[in-house]
């Protein structure tokens, strides 16, 4: 059984963020978060009114390492998942026969991108450090 996940979002590649920004805000989206990946890919995360499943869109500019020519069936980047145990997440990926592509730390956050046996990627984030086990108290006896 996998560990306690929550799938967050889906993301596209797209050619042109901003082109693709004014579209889905136009649509009713709007900007709930945006940053640069420590490898210079530019995310945007979408929120739609009603709804708590996000859309990333991602650019990667041409000298970026996950750069490739665009073409039809290309633009589906990958799905997110937030696991606060991202290691038991993996295990069980890679367990399910998913291929590991990348793992790094960012700050505080711990990414890894596993390939599906279609070659779809799917990213787990994380604590970058496992959090502790708690220590079960020890009850005073009372007789």
Do not use: C, Q
Not at 6 to 14: A, E, I, Q, T
């Amino acid at each position: 059984m996998a560990p306690p996940a929550r799938f967050l979002y889906s993301g596209l590649r797209v050619r042109d963020l901003e082109r693709s920004l004014a579209f889905y805000r136009k649509l009713g989206f709007r900007i709930h978060a945006r940053g640069t990946m420590g490898h210079g890919g530019l995310w945007v995360h979408l929120l739609y009114p009603r709804s708590t499943h996000r859309l990333e869109l991602n650019y990667y500019p041409k000298a970026n390492p996950f750069w490739e020519p665009y073409r039809k069936g290309t633009e589906f980047d990958h799905f997110g998942f937030y696991a606060p145990n991202l290691a038991g997440w993996l295990r069980t990926a890679l367990r399910a026969g998913g291929k590991l592509v990348e793992d790094f730390t960012e700050g505080k956050t711990r990414l890894v991108y596993v390939r599906d046996p279609d070659g779809n990627w799917l990213e787990a984030f994380g604590p970058a450090v496992a959090p502790r086990p708690r220590r079960r108290r020890k009850r005073a006896d009372l007789s």
